[in-house]
C-alpha cells in the first residue's frame, strides 16, 4: 500500500506522468523496449543488488565478475546484440554494477587504432573472451597530461620487438579498471624510443597473465590498488614493466607503424582519435551522471513527501518538509537541472552525430567546436549533477547518511566522474582556449563555429525587464546568460592580452587568467544549456500539460541560475538591484508552483525500486518499515567476537581492576 | 628522506613554524604536553590506524571497543585523569576511532538532570564500567523538533512504574551511538503521561541488556541500524520497546519530579539544558570539524607541491600542481578558513566561558545570543569546512579518491557534522529569529546584545576602497561585511513586515521569507568570523614572522568570501563594479604570496604521519612509494574465489559455449 502522504502527491499532478517519460525516452517505443530490459535484468536473481550495500569490496568484485560472465548468456538468451535497441539500456538496468567494462575499450582502441590486421585478429577473441582485456594508460604520477607518460616502448631491431619497461615508480600504470585481477591483456600507452630517439606516446597490446592458470607473465608485477571511495566492484590496476618483450605486431598501426629497420612511418590522420576522447566524455553524461541526480532526486523528494518535521502552522500536524520553502529551495533547483541537462545531452549527441557525419566524409571543421563543448560541458554537468546529489543526500537528514538511503553511493559514484575522462579544471580551461581563440576571431571579423557567433554581438544594453514576470519570458533570461558569457569572456581577454603588453610571458599570462577563464567557460555552458532548455520547450506539443511544467521547470534553472550567481548579473548593471529582487521573487514563487507536481516529476523517470536500491525511494513510500527491514539484515546483527573478548569482561569487572 | 620537490617548499619559509603551532595550541606548554599525548597513543600498537582503510564495519567496530576497553588502563598507566591537562588531546589523537563516546553523553545527562540521588547511583556504576550506557533521543520519524517525539513513558501509580512503548515503528529509536550492540542501558526520551494527561518529553533510565549474558530484556528489540557512509566503528542503534517497566525513580528527576499518587512537579529552571545543548555544538568544531579540515588541507597542499602535471612554461620539467593559479584558488582559500574558524572557536570558547560563569550567578541574559552564535556557527562552520574538505579531494584527481589517500574517509565523516546536533539549515532558522528580533528591538531604540549592536547602525554608505591595496585594509572589507550583512537583515525584517501587513498569515509569512533568512543569518556569522580574524591579527605579536602570515590569511579569508558572493556585496551598489574588479586583482594577488608559504602554514597544524593515515599528505611527501606499498596490503591483492568460480571456465571457453 502505498503511503498517503505520498499518493495525494500523485493525484493532483497537472501533467501526464507516463506521456513525460515517453518524451524523456524519446518515444513510446524506447519506454517499451527500456522496460521490457529492466524487467528482464531485474526478475533475474544473478543480477540482484539487494545485499549491495553490506558487502566487502572482495565480494564486491566477485559479484561484478559473475554478472558480467552471466550477462553474456542473459544476452544470447534474450537475443539481445550489441547493436540491438535493447543494448543502451542493459548497463543502466544493471546500475554499472558489472565487470568487464574495460574489455570493451579494449577492444574499442583496437578497432579504431589497429590495423585491419591486428582487428582481424584480436577482435574474434576478445569477442569470444578468449582473452580478458584493459587499457593501461594513466600512471601513478601521469593522468591528463599524456605527453608525460613515462612508460617507454623501446624498438629491438635485432629481434623486431619492443621491450617495455615503467623506468620508475611514477610510470607505474595505476586505475587501469578490470586490470588489478581480472585481465589477461592490456593496451599500454608508453613512449616509442627507435634507435635512441623518442616518437611520443603509442598504444601496444600487452599479455600480463596467463591463459592457462591466470599467474602474471614474466616481467609483469600487477595487483590492486585497493580500496576506492566507490567502484568496489571494479578491480582498479596497478603495473609495473620489467623488460617486457612483445612482437613488433602488437604496436597498433592504424596511424603509425616501425618498419622492420627501424623507420618511423606517420600515416593518416590522428584527428579521429581525439574525436573518440571527445565522444567519451558526451556517452558518460546520460547514465553516470544524469542517471545518478535523477535517481538521488527521486529518493530525496519521495523522502520529503512523507517525512514530516515541526510545525508549519500553530494547531495543525507536523508538516511534510516539502512544504518548507528551504527545503524546496534545495531540491527543486536539482530537479530542473536534471531535466535541464538530459536535453543539453540530446542537443549534444544530436550535434555529434552530424559531427560524426562530417567526419566520415573527411571534414574535419567541427572538430574544435566539438571538443570545446564536449569537455565544458563534461565538466559543468559532473560538478552540477556532484553537487545536485550532495544536497539531495543532506536534505534527507540523517537517514540520508544512511547507506540503506542509497544516496551515499550514488554521491561517491558521481564524484568519480569529476575526475576521470580528464579532471574538470583543464577541461574548462580547454574550452576557455576556444572561447578566447573564437572572441578573438569574431571581433576580427572572422568567421567562427555556430555555438559561438553569439560572442561577435557583444551588446552593452541593459535588461528590459519591468516587473517580477518578464523574467518568467525565456528570452529576457536568456539574453541575461548571453551578456554575462560575452562579459567574462571579452573581460578575461582583454585582461590577457594587458598582461602581455605589459610584458608578461605569454604563459604566465594565461595562468594568471586562469580563475577568470575558468568562469568564463562556466558561463559559455550555462548559456547554452539554458538556452537550450528554452528551445526545446518552445517546441513541446502543448497538450498534456507537459509543455507548461517543462516552462516552469525551465524558468526555474534559468532564474535559479541567476539567484546562485547574482554578482555576475549584477556587475556591470545589465540586472539592476530593482530588477535582482524581482529574479528573486519570480524564483522563490517558482518553487511553490513546482513542488505541486514535485513527486510526479520524478515518477516520470521511471525508476523502479529495485534500481533505486533505496529505503527512503521506493515508489510506495513506506520509508520506515523498509529502514527497518533492511537493517535487521545487515551483518553487522550478527554477535560480534567483541562482546566475548572485551565488554564481557569490562563488563564483570575482570578488566576494570587496573 | 624527504622529497625534494616539498623539502624546498620548507626552505623558504616567511615565518617560525614552531611558534606557529604554539599559537593554534595556545602555549608552548600545551604543545608540549599534545604532543606527548600523540606520542603515548601512536606508540601504543593498540590504537594503531594502520589497516583501518581495509576493514570491515565488524571489525571497525570491534577495534572501536578494544580501543575504548584498553584506553582505560592507558590512562591508568599513564596517570591521565579526566580532569587533567592531557585529556582533551586524547580523543584528537585517537582520531576519534573508539566507542563509548555515548557512555560519556549517558553520564553527562544524568549529572546534568539526574537527582542527587540517582548521581550518587549511577555515576560510580558508570564510571567503574558496571554498565554501558547509551542516549536516546532520536527517533525513526523524529529528529530536531523534539516535541514530536512519539515513544510514551505512561506513570503506573499501582506499581510506581513507568509503562515504556514505542507505539508506532516512526516511534523507534533510531541512530542513538554504542546502542546497536554494545550498550546494557540507555537514557530515553519519551513523553510522560500520568492519569491520561501528557506532560511533555522527559528522559528515563531504561536498561536494555543483561549485565550477565548481554542477551535483551524483556520487552526490548534493539540492534545495529546497518552501514552508514563512515562512521562504521560506532554500532549506531535501533530500539523498540513493548511494555518495559521501570521504576519511578529511574525517571531523571532534577527538573521534574513524578510524587507517588502521580502529581506532576516541576522544579527549577530548564534554561540550563539549553546551555547544555548549545556548548555540545561549540564543543564538537574544533575536534569534528576543524581538525578534519586542516588534515585536508595538509594532504592536498603537500600533495600539490610533489604532484607536477603538465608544463607551465615551454621546455621546464613539469610544474608542481600548486604553482597553478587554480590550484591555488581551490586550496589556500580553505587553509585560510581554518585558520580563520579556529580563532572563532577561540572567541567562542571564551564567549562560552565567560556565559556559563553568568549563569552560575544566575544571569540568564546571555542565553539568547549564546544560543544564536553557536548555531550559526555550528551551520556555518561545519558547511563551509565539510565543502573545504570536499575541495581539497577534488583537488588531488584520481589519488584523492583512493581510501588510501586519507581524504574520502575525512570527507565522509565531516559531511555528518552537518547534520547532527542540529541540522543546518534549521540552526541558521534559529540564529535568523534572533537577529530579526534584535534589529526590530535596535531600531525601536531597545538595547540588543553586544554581537548585534551593529544592526542598529544602517549606514548607507559607499565603501571607500580607492585601488587594490586598499582592499588589504580590515576596515575596509570587516565594514563591507557588516553592511551586507545589516542589509540582509533588514531587507527580509522588512520582506517579512510587508508580508503580514498585505494579510499573509505570520507563519507562513516567515516560510516565504526562509530562504532569505538564512542568507541574513549566514552573513551575520561571516560577519563575525571576519572582524574576528582581523582583531586576533592586530593582537598578535609581530615577532618571527607569524602576524605577517596571518595577516595575509586574514585578507584571503575576507575577500575569498567577497570573490565568491560578489552580487551580495554589489547589489546595492555598497561596492562598485571598478572596486570589485580591485577586490578580484587582490584576492588573486595574494593567492600568489600564500602560495609561498602554503606547505609551513600546514605544517604548523603539526599533524603526525600516524594521525593523517595518508599516502598522499606524509611529511616527507613520499606519494607514490607509499600509495604502491599500501596498496599492496589491500585484502583484494589476495586470491579471488572469482578466478576459478568464473573467470577460468570463460577463459576456457566452457561457459562461453553458449
Redesign the interface.
Known amino acids: 500500500s502505498v503511503n498517503p502522504d505520498l499518493a495525494s502527491e500523485r493525484q493532483t499532478a497537472s501533467f501526464c506522468v507516463e506521456k513525460l517519460t515517453a518524451l524523456l525516452d524519446g518515444g513510446t517505443e524506447q519506454t517499451r523496449i527500456r522496460r521490457a530490459v529492466v524487467e528482464a535484468i531485474e526478475s533475474d536473481p544473478v543480477f540482484s543488488r539487494e545485499n549491495q550495500?553490506?558487502q566487502?569490496?572482495?565480494e564486491r568484485?566477485?559479484a561484478a565478475?559473475?554478472k558480467?560472465?552471466h550477462l553474456?548468456?542473459k544476452m544470447?538468451e534474450m537475443g539481445w546484440t550489441e547493436n540491438g535497441p535493447e543494448y543502451k539500456y542493459i548497463y543502466r538496468a544493471l546500475s554499472g554494477d558489472v565487470a568487464f567494462l574495460l574489455h570493451r575499450v579494449f577492444m574499442r582502441s583496437i578497432s579504431v587504432l589497429g590495423s585491419d590486421k591486428q582487428i582481424a585478429k584480436w577482435i574474434p577473441l576478445a569477442t569470444?573472451?578468449?582473452?580478458?582485456g584493459s587499457y593501461a594508460q594513466?600512471e601513478?604520477?601521469?593522468?591528463?597530461?599524456l605527453q608525460?607518460l613515462e612508460t617507454t616502448a623501446v624498438f629491438d631491431a635485432a629481434t623486431q620487438e619492443f621491450i617495455l619497461n615503467t623506468p620508475k615508480?611514477?610510470a607505474?600504470k595505476?586505475?587501469p579498471g578490470d586490470m588489478?585481477?581480472?585481465a589477461?591483456h592490456t593496451v599500454v600507452f608508453a613512449q616509442l624510443y627507435i634507435h635512441g630517439k623518442c616518437y611520443g606516446i603509442h598504444p601496444f597490446i600487452v599479455q600480463i597473465r596467463s591463459?592457462q592458470d591466470?599467474s602474471l607473465c614474466p616481467g609483469i608485477t600487477a595487483?590492486?590498488?585497493?580500496?576506492?571511495?566507490n567502484f568496489e566492484h571494479i578491480?582498479n590496476g596497478?603495473l609495473l614493466l620489467k623488460n617486457v618483450r612483445i612482437p613488433k605486431e602488437n604496436m597498433l598501426s592504424k596511424f603509425c607503424e616501425v618498419r622492420p629497420d627501424g623507420t618511423y612511418v606517420r600515416q593518416g590522420s590522428q584527428q579521429i582519435n581525439y574525436f573518440t576522447m571527445t565522444t567519451v566524455r558526451i556517452s558518460l553524461i546520460s547514465d553516470e551522471v544524469l542517471t545518478p541526480l535523477m535517481k538521488a532526486c527521486t529518493i530525496a523528494i519521495r523522502y520529503s513527501a512523507v517525512?514530516?518535521?515541526?510545525?508549519?502552522?500553530?494547531g495543525e500536524q507536523?508538516a511534510k518538509i516539502l512544504?518548507?520553502?528551504?527545503?524546496q529551495?534545495?531540491l527543486l533547483p536539482q530537479l530542473a537541472a536534471a531535466y535541464a541537462f538530459h536535453f543539453v545531452n540530446d542537443y549534444l549527441q544530436e550535434l555529434f552525430n552530424r559531427g560524426y557525419g562530417e567526419i566520415q566524409r573527411k571534414n574535419f571543421d567541427m572538430l574544435p567546436e566539438l571538443h570545446a563543448l564536449s569537455s565544458g560541458f563534461k565538466a559543468v554537468i559532473t560538478q552540477h549533477c556532484t553537487a545536485g546529489v550532495?544536497i539531495c543526500?543532506?536534505a534527507c537528514?540523517?537517514h540520508?547518511?544512511?547507506?540503506?538511503s542509497g544516496l551515499?553511493s550514488l554521491y561517491?559514484k558521481i564524484?568519480?566522474s569529476?575526475?576521470?575522462e580528464g579532471?574538470n579544471?583543464?577541461l574548462l580551461?580547454q574550452t576557455a582556449r576556444f572561447l578566447i581563440k573564437c572572441f578573438m576571431a569574431a571581433n576580427a571579423g572572422q568567421p567562427v563555429p555556430p555555438s559561438v557567433t553569439y560572442l561577435a554581438a557583444v551588446k552593452h544594453g541593459k535588461c528590459p525587464a519591468k516587473n517580477k514576470l518578464d523574467f518568467l519570458s525565456p528570452d529576457i533570461y536568456t539574453e541575461a546568460y548571453q551578456h554575462v558569457a560575452v562579459r567574462l569572456t571579452s573581460s578575461t581577454a582583454a585582461k590577457l592580452q594587458d598582461l602581455i603588453q605589459s610584458g608578461v610571458?605569454k604563459?604566465?599570462a594565461w595562468?594568471?587568467?586562469?580563475?577568470?577563464l575558468?568562469q568564463a567557460a562556466k558561463a559559455h555552458c550555462h548559456y547554452i544549456a539554458v538556452k537550450n532548455f528554452a528551445e526545446t520547450v518552445e517546441k513541446l506539443e502543448t497538450k498534456a500539460g507537459i509543455q507548461k511544467i517543462m516552462k516552469h521547470l525551465c524558468d526555474l534553472f534559468a532564474l535559479h541560475g541567476i539567484f546562485s550567481?547574482?554578482?555576475?548579473?549584477?556587475?556591470?548593471?545589465y540586472i539592476s538591484?530593482a530588477q535582482?529582487d524581482m529574479v528573486?521573487a519570480s524564483y522563490?514563487d517558482l518553487l511553490a508552483v513546482i513542488r505541486k507536481d514535485a513527486v510526479p516529476l520524478v515518477d516520470a523517470f521511471d525508476f523502479t525500486d529495485k534500481s533505486l536500491n533505496s529505503a527512503l525511494g521506493s515508489y510506495d513510500g513506506q520509508v520506515?518499515?523498509r529502514?527497518?527491514e533492511?537493517?535487521?539484515?545487515?551483518?553487522?546483527?550478527?554477535m560480534?567476537?567483541?562482546?566475548e573478548?572485551?565488554?564481557?569482561?569490562?563488563?564483570h569487572?575482570t578488566?576494570?581492576k587496573?
Not at 400 to 404: A, E
Not at 645 to 651: C, E
Open positions: 550495500y553490506f566487502t569490496q572482495n568484485y566477485e565478475v559473475k558480467a560472465v553474456q548468456k544470447h569470444q573472451h578468449k582473452l580478458i594513466t601513478l604520477g601521469h593522468g591528463t597530461y608525460g615508480i611514477s607505474m595505476w586505475w588489478g585481477r581480472s589477461t591463459l591466470h595487483g590492486d590498488i585497493g580500496p576506492k571511495m578491480d596497478y517525512r514530516r518535521q515541526s510545525k508549519l502552522k500553530p507536523e512544504d518548507y520553502q528551504t527545503q529551495e534545495k550532495e543526500l543532506r537528514g540523517g540520508g547518511y544512511s547507506l540503506l551515499p561517491t564524484i568519480a569529476c575526475i576521470y579532471e579544471t583543464i580551461l610571458k604563459h604566465d595562468n594568471q587568467c586562469t580563475v577568470q575558468v550567481n547574482t554578482g555576475a548579473f549584477l556587475h556591470d548593471g538591484a535582482m528573486t522563490l520506515y518499515q529502514l527497518y533492511w537493517a535487521q539484515k545487515s551483518p553487522t546483527n550478527q560480534s567476537p567483541a562482546y573478548r572485551y565488554l564481557k569482561p569490562l563488563l569487572n578488566l576494570s587496573l
